[in-house]
């Protein structure tokens, strides 16, 4: 091998990492393009309009949560004493509260997990997403299934079913809020980098357009 060979190899790697980063990639330009690839904006203008509209419905929605919590749980006057959770000795108005908080975190950390790549946040919102789910099901399961428990099924079916609409309710409005606050990110990231992606309708446009031309 001559001397001007063994030069070009050992300057190869570093000619290839000239060139990946001659291209203007920004930093978080992988994180952008999972968001991009999760929530499938179709172009560039309508990421606002997203934006916005996610985050007005999470907020109505987990808005809405605590006024059912409000008005069906914290004022209804349950006897509080009869149905005490097993999991850490909570009433059902404690028990509620804690399936929302728990709907919430989980939520969070499940779509940041996501589009992050990071395992552990996602093993523990799969725990609190558990934890929930047996609140959400324990005062139905105690009224039929657990001798001499102090919950007849009519209140423990009227439990369960507050609870669970407070959960799915709680989970899907964070879910919204979470998918807001990545847009917004985005928009930033496309602001601050000059960053833009393809019209996706365009694309579709024209690859249906090949498509006719094709079986003609």
Same mark, same amino acid.
């Given at each position: 091998m001559s001397e001007v060979d063994a030069l070009l190899e %050992?300057?190869?790697p570093t000619e290839h990492h000239q060139v990946?980063? #001659?291209r203007g990639?920004?930093?978080?330009?992988?994180?952008a393009e999972r968001i991009l690839k999760r929530l499938n904006p179709r172009n560039p203008e309508i *990421?606002?309009?997203?934006?916005a509209r996610a985050s007005k419905n999470g907020g109505m929605l987990i808005t809405l949560m605590v006024v059912i919590w409000w008005l069906f749980i914290g004022v209804k006057g349950d006897d509080l004493s009869a149905g005490v959770s097993v999991f850490f000795s909570l009433n059902f108005e404690q028990a509620a509260l804690a399936v929302m908080i728990l709907s919430l975190c989980s939520a969070l950390l499940t779509e940041f997990s996501r589009d992050m790549g990071k395992i552990l946040p996602s093993t523990a919102a799969g725990g609190m997403l558990i934890l929930a #789910?047996?609140? *959400?099901?324990e005062p139905l399961v105690s009224a039929l299934f657990i001798t001499g428990a102090d919950l007849d099924v009519q209140i423990g079916l009227w439990r369960t079913i507050r609870l @669970?609409?407070?959960? #799915? @309710?709680?989970?899907? @409005?964070s879910n919204l809020i979470v998918n807001a606050l990545l847009l917004k990110w985005l928009i930033r990231f496309m602001? %601050?980098?000059d960053y833009e992606f393809p019209d996706r309708h365009e694309q579709d446009s024209g690859a249906n357009s090949v498509n006719t031309l094709v079986q003609d």
């Open positions: %050992s300057d190869a990946r980063t #001659g990639m920004p930093p978080d330009a992988e994180f *990421v606002y309009d997203m934006a #789910g047996l609140y *959400v099901a @669970g609409v407070l959960w #799915g @309710g709680t989970t899907y @409005g602001d %601050s980098h």
